[in-house]
């Protein structure tokens, strides 16, 4: 993420601005890539990717045909999913840790939130400060209305 920094009032509309054209930029420069590598940039094309599990013309690979053929829990057959699961603790360790810790963290949290402080007295204090300029303001017209009376 980003850093944090407080900016002036006026300066909002110009951060707006320039993280705008810094997007715009960075898509143009991501459309003249994509057109450098031959690629058009959006499309909706199939991409090109080969299957070196399964040889052309087959659906399923080899190992996955012995699965299928294979017992239930005989021991020689290998499971799609534990093979599954040891290649993905294999190719990203530390991001599903992370992320199953993430999980965790969440689940963790309290269904309800008690407040560490019951009421507020902001209002209190908003209220008490305008009686009070009130009550200046009025004694205030009446010395003016007094001077005045006098005279």
Known sequence: MGEV???????????IFDAEVQLVRTLGETRKKSQHHGIPFGSRGIPIIQNLDAPTGQVISHRQRLWMEGLLNDGVTENPVLHRNAALSAIKPKEVVELSNAVMEVKGLPDVVVPAKIGSSIIQELTTGKQQKHKAAVMKLEEELATISKV
């Not at 920094?5 to 951060?15: F, L």
């Open 5 to 15: 920094r407080v900016v002036p009032s006026g300066k909002v509309y110009r951060q």
